[in-house]
Nanobody, 126 residues
Framework: QVQLVESGGGLVQPGGSLRLSCAASGFTLDNYGIGWFRRVPGREREGVSCISFSDGVTQYADFAKGRFTISRDSGKDTVYLQMNSLKPEDTAVYYC???????????????????WGQGTQVTVSS
């Protein structure tokens, strides 16, 4: 049974940092890409970052470049999203998801993902 469980969200002041975790189970993490997405109420879900299978090629949305870092620990079956220099506009529910096919390059396009976690709330506020 494929499962993705996010954790690490919370309330942080502007300029602060959080590290989100996406714990994967039920499949071989190295065979699939993992993406991080976020959703603000009333807005479309948007891609944040992704990491491809095996070689770990990464992509970032423009707003995430230079501030967010995605990484994977295959031994722990976990993908991380380190978020630094957080801004109020980063406030959202953050989700991780798995690419719908193994051995495909990950992207920031939501419909290329099939399994999604339940999300973790990130609130950036003073």
């Amino acid at each position: 049974q494929v499962q993705l469980v996010e954790s690490g969200g919370g309330l942080v002041q502007p300029g602060g940092s959080l590290r989100l975790s996406c714990a994967a189970s039920g499949f071989t993490l190295d065979n699939y890409g993992i993406g991080w997405f976020r959703r603000v109420p009333g807005r479309e879900r948007e891609g944040v970052s992704c990491i491809s299978f095996s070689d770990g090629v990464t992509q970032y949305a423009d707003f995430a470049k230079g501030r967010f870092t995605i990484s994977r620990d295959s031994g722990k079956d976990t993908v991380y999203l380190q978020m630094n220099s957080l801004k109020p506009e980063d406030t959202a529910v953050y989700y991780c998801a798995r690419t719908h096919r193994p051995h495909m390059m990950a992207s920031l396009i939501p419909y290329e993902y099939d399994y999604w976690g339940q999300g973790t709330q990130v609130t950036v506020s003073s």
